[in-house]
């Protein structure tokens, strides 16, 4: 046991930060900022610079802080040696511990202290967390729950995965040292080492909220041996089996085995990866996880597909001539698909009339390239939503497909069963869409085609529908006068995280009515949003249509064209909007905005990558009001709707002019 810290005056006890750097010069600053506007004060900075041969010590220099310690302890490259020299220097009650490139929530140490005073059992204190690349993006949080806290004994329950063991997010009480020691310095990956000491020998608090942001980006050093990390959590699950149950530690084993199976794929080690899954089948023979995995291994290599490839590959056409015949690879989903189109119809007429432009793509998504005259052909792939179903289809059709004797095939899916075909047809040009890139989907979708070589790409909405069908015959029938005009609201976000307040809709639409009084408004869909239909019908009365499970995607696509204003939340028919030159305004709450933003001089977005919770992607809010939405009223929303309707104004102006 040890002696309880008395933390009932909660800034009477110093916490001692140790932070490691090296070579972090660019972003050491923001760290040190983070920790400077933490609520609790009392605190000392310990950086330890590894070594550094950038101008880290000149950033710190120009920082005035008295709290701040700078220690050149030259190049060792041992993590937890130099972890070690930090603790050394330490005068602190608490030791917290923060990487020179992470991020801190400003109340991080006041209610790590305040869980400890309340747990005096608990020797140390982790919280949540998420990974980001770009601020307030998060990409994954370190836990599901994301409020309240867990007290007792972590030791098991980390071997199950429950607990995430990050030393940034640690907070100890010093004395604990002299009974576990320091960081184990012969340990390359010394820090779950470490956590695993104190978790055998004390109870821990677990905060679950997120309060470390942890960086990631290419240089991070838990990147640069990750072997060794597997094969050192490998001989930690074995050297514990004694204080484990026996079905934890052959669970974790089989978990470890699978991740480190699944990472030598990512790294491109087929044949290791293999071994790995086999180890993970020898522990548990019954089950048939292993068995999909190498299977999937095995596919993977037969048709030569990276799932984790970043950036745009290509092998751009070297003919005299252009290609006689392309195609086009996009699968899933409607609004995926449709954000192809622009891009694909600029490239349409850059080639010349006898090169064919083809189309392949589920059956489910396939309707709206079906009726407009953009393809020469569009090929769709049945089996619905499982993949081994999806491929059985793809084989039949993969003869047909290598009969058409493609020249050049753009994927702009780049997933396994895209490459499976783009292999079997062996063109002598292709692209692959870089499904990795912080990039709007449609500037991924231009800078794939570009790479190509066939001339520069671009937007081109002119797009001529096939068929009879007539919207305003729709429209007429379910309430159009006949002489308005039409304003689209899509209320259609999947989660309430995604979801414009109804009433704000109503406040939109009395706004519009002041300035264009001869407009009705328009909500299109299907079941999904009938209950909001119908309530937007009761407070608007006549000046509201509702068609709602009447349409097909191609005739709502057509209807759309027809639109002089869309108001829409993150659907596949925000997608239709833009791709069309419809002036555009996307509510995207808490959907990531870099992958799925509208493009084009008429569209705009308000989302949420300004907050400090970022593009969440959560269903509901954390906060309970989903603010990245609700602090734009009406007013705000008409304001920026007003300006976007005034560029198109212009434009078709000018042209007229011209």
Not at 149 to 155: A, V
Not at 301 to 308: E, G, K, R
Request: aromatic letters at 12%; charged letters at 20%; hydrophobic letters at 40%.
């Amino acid at each position: 046991m040890i002696d309880s810290v008395d933390m009932n005056n909660s800034e009477s006890h110093k916490v001692s930060i140790i932070m490691p750097t090296y070579n972090r010069a660019a972003l050491i600053g923001e760290t040190i900022a983070s920790v400077r506007r933490q609520t609790y004060s009392n605190w000392e900075l310990i950086v330890v610079d590894d070594g550094s041969n950038d101008n880290t010590a000149e950033v710190i220099a120009e920082i005035n802080d008295a709290r701040i310690q700078f220690y050149k302890a030259g190049r060792i490259g041992v993590n937890g040696k130099v972890k070690n020299i930090g603790i050394q220097r330490a005068n602190g009650d608490l030791i917290a511990f923060i990487d020179s490139d992470d991020l801190w929530q400003e109340t991080k140490l006041e209610k790590q202290i305040k869980a400890l005073n309340q747990n005096p059992g608990a020797a140390f204190s982790m919280t949540g967390g998420f990974n980001f690349r770009k601020l307030n993006q998060p990409i994954d949080f370190f836990y599901k729950q994301r409020q309240g806290l867990l007290y007792g004994d972590i030791f098991v329950p980390i071997f199950k995965s429950e607990i995430s063991t990050t030393t940034p997010s640690l907070l100890i009480r010093k004395e604990c040292l002299n009974v576990i020691g320091l960081f184990d310095e012969t340990k390359p990956f010394s820090d779950i080492d470490f956590i695993l000491k104190l978790a055998k020998r004390f109870k821990a608090v677990i905060l679950y909220e997120p309060l470390l942001f942890r960086r990631l980006h290419g240089d991070n050093d838990s990147g640069t041996n990750w072997i060794g990390g597997y094969q050192q959590g490998i001989s930690m699950i074995k050297s514990n089996r004694q204080g484990l149950p026996s079905d934890v530690s052959r669970e974790a084993l089989f978990q470890l085995y699978i991740n480190f199976g699944e990472d030598c794929l990512l790294h491109e080690k087929k044949k290791k990866a293999i071994g790995n899954f086999v180890r993970a089948w020898l522990l548990t023979p019954l089950r048939l996880v292993p068995f999909r995995k190498i299977a999937k291994t095995i596919f993977y290599w037969f048709i030569n597909y990276n799932p984790h490839a970043s950036g745009v590959s290509a092998r751009p056409w070297k003919g005299n001539r252009p290609p006689k015949r392309i195609l086009a690879i996009r699968l899933q989903a409607t609004g995926d698909v449709t954000i192809t189109l622009p891009y694909l119809q600029h490239l349409r007429h850059l080639l010349p009339a006898e090169t064919k432009l083809d189309f392949l793509t589920r059956i489910e998504c396939a309707d709206i390239p079906s009726n407009i005259s953009l393809f020469d052909k569009v090929i769709s792939i049945g089996g619905g939503r499982r993949l081994r179903n999806q491929v059985f289809h793809t084989f039949f059709l993969l003869p047909k497909i290598l009969l058409r004797n493609y020249d050049v095939v753009i994927d702009l899916q780049n997933n396994n069963l895209s490459s499976l075909v783009r292999n079997f047809i062996r063109p002598s040009a292709w692209s692959l869409f870089d499904r990795f890139s912080a990039s709007a989907a449609g500037e991924r979708t231009r800078l794939t085609i570009e790479a190509l070589g066939l001339g520069k790409n671009g937007i081109r909405a002119d797009f001529n529908l096939k068929g009879n069908f007539d919207p305003s015959s729709l429209l007429k029938n379910n309430g159009w006068d006949g002489a308005s005009e039409i304003v689209i609201f899509n209320p259609a976000g999947a989660f309430t995280t995604r979801n414009w307040p109804l009433d704000n809709y109503v406040s939109f639409a009395g706004l519009w009515l002041q300035e264009f009084p001869s407009t009705q408004f328009l909500v299109l869909g299907t079941f999904f949003i009938r209950e909001k239909a119908d309530w937007l019908k009761r407070k608007l009365g006549e000046k509201i249509i509702t068609i709602i499970d009447q349409t097909t995607p191609s005739e709502a696509f057509a209807t759309v064209r027809s639109a002089k204003f869309v108001l829409s939340e993150d659907s596949g028919l925000m997608h239709m909007a833009w791709v069309s030159g419809i002036p555009t305004l996307a509510l995207f709450g808490s959907t990531r905005s870099d992958w799925s933003r509208p493009l084009g001089e008429y569209s705009f977005f308000l989302d949420s990558s300004d907050l400090p919770c970022g593009n969440c992607m959560q269903e509901t809010c954390r906060y309970g009001d989903v603010h990245c939405l609700t602090r734009y009223d009406a007013d705000v929303v008409f304001e920026y709707s007003m300006k976007l309707v005034d560029v198109k104004q212009v434009s078709c102006q000018r042209t007229i002019a011209s």
